[in-house]
């Protein structure tokens, strides 16, 4: 796996919150924060500016979203399969989102956004599943880092 540079900044001048990860059939990426509960804020942020355009999202509403888990690991990949199926099974466009709470076997929160619009919202990319293929989240000495691929 080669890491391939990327601008630190997005479109409009916008700082990129992920580094894209290359894999043969996956597509990963990498997120950083200062805690637990903003590494999973992030992440959820990162894998929908990878399917969708998330440049006119209005966080108009507040969705709820939980998920369970036995470890940090399965409470990732849980919250992130809950953040793709309010993006693909409810049709929502999600620009935000906040942790209310995180234990070691449940993770709360809401997510800040509308209903998804095709033309406003157009995809990018069709993300199937978030697998546990070398899925890593560590805790670094400025904060956490996780990795995650999606089967795309």
């Known amino acids: 796996m080669t890491e391939t540079p990327i601008p630190t900044r997005g479109e409009g001048?916008?700082?990129l919150i992920y580094e894209l990860l290359?894999?043969?059939?996956?597509?990963g990426f990498r997120v950083r924060a200062g805690s637990l509960p903003e590494l999973f804020e992030r992440a959820a942020e990162a894998l929908v500016a990878i399917a969708i355009e998330t440049g006119d999202i209005q966080t108009r509403?507040?969705?709820p979203i939980q998920a369970e888990g036995d470890s940090s690991e399965s409470l990732l990949v849980n919250w992130l399969?809950?953040?793709l199926y309010c993006l693909d099974g409810r049709r929502l466009a999600m620009a935000r989102f906040h942790i209310d709470e995180l234990t070691e076997a449940r993770v709360t929160g809401e997510a800040f956004g509308e209903s998804r619009?095709?033309?406003s919202h157009?995809?990018?990319?069709?993300?199937k599943g978030v697998t546990y293929h070398q899925l890593k989240i560590e805790h670094e000495e400025r904060g956490w880092c996780c990795e995650v691929f999606l089967d795309v």
């Open 13 to 15: 001048g916008v700082p």
């Open 22 to 27: 290359e894999h043969a059939a996956d597509l």
């Open 61 to 63: 509403e507040s969705y």
């Open 81 to 83: 399969s809950e953040v």
């Open 117 to 119: 619009d095709p033309s």
């Open 122 to 127: 157009p995809g990018k990319l069709i993300v």
